[in-house]
T-cell receptor, first 114, second 116 residues
Framework: GENVEQHPSTLSVQEGDSAVIKCTYS??????FPWYKQELGKGPQLIID?????GEKKDQRIAVTLNKTAKHFSLHITETQPEDSAVYFC?????????????FGSGTRLQVQP | NAGVTQTPKFRVLKTGQSMTLLCAQD?????MYWYRQDPGMGLRLIHY???????AKGEVPDGYNVSRLKKQNFLLGLESAAPSQTSVYFC???????????????FGNGTRLTVT
C-alpha cells in the first residue's frame, strides 16, 4: 500500500517568514495530494490540494508543488501569521479506485512566533 | 449545517469494556471513514464504507467493528477495549463523484478515548 513520509515533525518560524513542509510518497499510481490543517481540539480541514497532472497550485499565501518523478510534494506558506500555527498533514490517494481513502503523513506542528 | 458530528467527545474505558462511537453526517455523503490519530503517526484508516449497508477494512482494523445501517450514520465498535486502543478517533465523509478530485474529506472534531 501507499506510504507517506512527512518532514519536519516540528517547525518554528518568525511571523512574516516562510514555512516549507515536505512529503514523499511510495505508490507511483497515487494521483491526488491534499494538505490538511488541524487546529487544537478540531478535526483536520482541507486547505489546498493538487492533482498529479499539475506541478504547482497557489491559493493566496499557500502553495503546493508536486514532483511526480521524484515522488515528493511540498507545502509553502509565505508571510506566516500567528493564526497559521497548527498541525499540518499531507496525504496521498489514488482517486480512481472505489476506496478513495487518504494515506496521511505523520504531521508537522508549525509554530509561528509573533 | 452541522457537517460531521461525533459522539461522545471524551470517554474513559477499563480494559475489556465495550463501547460504540457514533458518527453522523447531514451532507448526504456516500463515503464514510474512521481514522485513529496517535502522536507521531498521523491518521490511520480503521474501516470505511462506500455506501449504506457496506463496510470494508482499512489499515488497522483489528479490534474494531463497524456498521452503516443508515446512509447518514457510521458506527465504530470496540468489543473488548485494550490500552493500545487509547487514541483520538476521527470520522470523515465525502461525496462520491466518478472521476472527481475535488471532493474533500469532511472531518468531525474527534472522540478522545482512554483505555485504562
Amino acid at each position: 500500500g501507499e506510504n507517506v513520509e512527512q518532514h519536519p515533525s516540528t517547525l518554528s518560524v518568525q511571523e512574516g517568514d516562510s514555512a516549507v513542509i515536505k512529503c514523499t510518497y511510495s505508490d507511483s499510481a497515487s494521483n491526488y495530494f491534499p494538505w490538511y490543517k488541524q487546529e487544537l481540539g478540531k478535526g483536520p480541514q482541507l486547505i489546498i490540494d493538487i492533482r498529479s497532472n499539475v506541478g504547482e497550485k497557489k491559493d493566496q499565501r499557500i502553495a503546493v508543488t508536486l514532483n511526480k518523478t521524484a515522488k515528493h510534494f511540498s507545502l509553502h506558506i509565505t508571510e506566516t501569521q500567528p493564526e497559521d500555527s497548527a498541525v499540518y498533514f499531507c496525504a496521498a490517494s489514488l482517486m480512481d479506485t472505489g476506496r478513495r481513502a487518504l494515506t496521511f503523513g505523520s504531521g508537522t506542528r508549525l509554530q509561528v512566533q509573533p | 449545517n452541522a457537517g460531521v458530528t461525533q459522539t461522545p467527545k471524551f470517554r474513559v474505558l477499563k480494559t475489556g469494556q465495550s463501547m460504540t462511537l457514533l458518527c453522523a453526517q447531514d451532507m448526504n455523503h456516500e463515503y464514510m471513514y474512521w481514522y485513529r490519530q496517535d502522536p507521531g503517526m498521523g491518521l490511520r484508516l480503521i474501516h470505511y464504507s462506500v455506501g449504506e449497508g457496506t463496510t470494508a477494512k482499512g489499515e488497522v482494523p483489528d479490534g474494531y467493528n463497524v456498521s452503516r445501517l443508515k446512509k447518514q450514520n457510521f458506527l465504530l465498535g470496540l468489543e473488548s477495549a485494550a490500552p493500545s486502543q487509547t487514541s483520538v478517533y476521527f470520522c470523515a465523509s465525502t461525496i462520491q463523484r466518478t472521476g472527481a478530485y475535488n471532493s474533500p474529506l469532511h472531518f468531525g472534531n474527534g472522540t478522545r478515548l482512554t483505555v485504562t
